[in-house]
């Protein structure tokens, strides 16, 4: 079992930055794939960004066109946690923001539905 527990929401103003932490625990895996995803009211469950580690490297690393350029996902391996860094933020990034974990997965890491672990949501609210 998977736990993840997220942190870091919060009011900002546009153009401001927060930094997400998603903080894991239990079993360690030899590979993973991570996301972070957004839903705003109404709204389906959107992609954010997604990165995957093998045992030793970073394999790949994914970012939704809206935000390349102004998050980066990373991790602190030393304390189990994932990292979403949000620079330059619009109005329309106002979302709840989940993050997720899917061992031993190689397939499409823009889908929701591929991950079996997630957070229960931080609150993020950028202001005009």
């Known amino acids: 079992q998977v736990q993840l527990v997220e942190s870091g929401g919060g009011l900002v103003q546009a153009g401001g930055s927060l930094r997400l932490s998603c903080q894991t625990s239990?079993?360690?895996?030899?590979?993973?794939?991570m996301g972070w995803f957004r839903q705003a009211p109404g709204k389906e469950r959107e992609f954010v960004a997604a990165r995957r580690w093998g045992t030793v490297n970073t394999l790949n690393s994914w970012y939704a066109e809206s935000v390349k350029g102004r998050f980066t996902i990373s991790r602190d391996d030393a304390q189990n946690t994932l990292y979403l860094q949000m620079n330059s933020l619009k109005v329309e990034d106002s979302a709840t923001y989940y993050c997720?974990?899917?061992?031993?997965?190689?397939?499409?890491?823009?889908?929701?539905?591929?991950?079996?672990?997630w957070g229960q949501g931080t609150q993020v609210t950028v202001s005009s």
């Open positions: 239990g079993r360690t895996f030899g590979s993973v794939t």
């Open positions: 997720a974990a899917q061992p031993d997965f190689y397939g499409d890491p823009f889908i929701p539905g591929g991950y079996t672990y």
